[in-house]
Nanobody, 115 residues
Framework: QVQLVESGGGFVQPGGSLRLTCTFS????????MGWYRQAPGKQRELVAS???????NYADFVKGRFTIARDNAKSTVYLQMNSLKPEDTAVYYC?????????WGQGTQVTVSS
């Protein structure tokens, strides 16, 4: 069974940076497409960024130029570097792993951006 453990969330002032980490275990990481999603209170969960097994990346328009997704296959880990954070980035951020039609989710990590 795949397990995803997120870390790195916290409180940051506007304009600050955080790096989220998602550690994957329980299967062959290289097979999986990985993604970061977020959910703010009262809103639907939305895609932030994704990186497929081959390395191609995709970003939501609202984070382009500010966030960077990366994966380290040797460490079975995916990262989300978040720069120039805004109050509207406040949400619970979830790691996602997908292979064929099977999807797994982490437990989420809270990111709060406030002055």
């Amino acid at each position: 069974q795949v397990q995803l453990v997120e870390s790195g969330g916290g409180f940051v002032q506007p304009g600050g940076s955080l790096r989220l980490t998602c550690t994957f275990s329980g299967s062959i990481f290289n097979f999986y497409n990985m993604g970061w999603y977020r959910q703010a209170p009262g809103k639907q969960r939305e895609l932030v960024a994704s990186i497929i097994s081959g390395g191609s990346k995709n970003y939501a328009d609202f984070v382009k130029g500010r966030f960077t997704i990366a994966r380290d296959n040797a460490k079975s880990t995916v990262y989300l570097q978040m720069n120039s954070l805004k109050p509207e980035d406040t949400a619970v951020y979830y790691c996602n792993a997908a292979y064929l039609k099977v999807v797994f989710w982490g437990q989420g990590t809270q990111v709060t951006v406030s002055s």
